[in-house]
């Protein structure tokens, strides 16, 4: 795509739906789309997994990332496809979002939710680490 245009989401929407109606799939129910798309969120969530350090890679982390972003641009897909199956516009629904999320979460707030959010997982990993033998806020008893 070099020398190209950006790619605008309303683009790629019809893209894949006619893409999809030249093959026939585009009869695929919605409910068989979201198996798919909880499908690749699952191999999403192992690379993150991964890249994080909580599972041994078998890749180097530039595989990794490769793979990653295949991975989510497979779910992505799919998300799309629940979209035109339903007649929606994506790309509409992309713009309100950042709407409501500009007016929901003004800059400050998001802010200080992130120090809350950073101080808490400070506590967790002290606890993790059996420096601090007091359950961090949150954490019910096991047993």
């Not at 929407?13 to 009869?27: K, M, P, S």
């Not at 897909?77 to 994506?90: M, R, S, V």
């Not at 959010?117 to 967790?124: I, M, V």
């Amino acid at each position: 795509m070099e020398g190209k245009s950006p790619m605008h989401i309303r683009e790629y929407q019809e893209w894949l739906q006619a893409y999809d109606e030249a093959r026939g799939w585009h009869r695929v129910s919605p409910s068989q789309t979201l198996v798919h798309v909880m499908e690749e969120v699952g191999e999403v969530a192992r690379l993150v997994l991964t890249l994080e350090g909580y599972r041994n890679a078998s890749e180097d982390e530039a595989a990794l990332r490769a793979h990653l972003q295949e991975e989510l641009a497979d779910a992505a897909t799919f998300l799309f496809k629940i979209a035109y199956q339903y007649g929606l516009d994506l790309e509409a629904g992309l713009q309100g979002n950042m709407r409501k999320a500009e007016e929901r979460y003004p800059v400050d707030q998001g802010r200080e939710e992130m120090a809350r959010y950073l101080e808490r997982q400070r506590a967790n990993l002290r606890w993790m680490e059996g420096k601090d033998p007091g359950r961090p806020e949150g954490r019910g008893d096991s047993a």
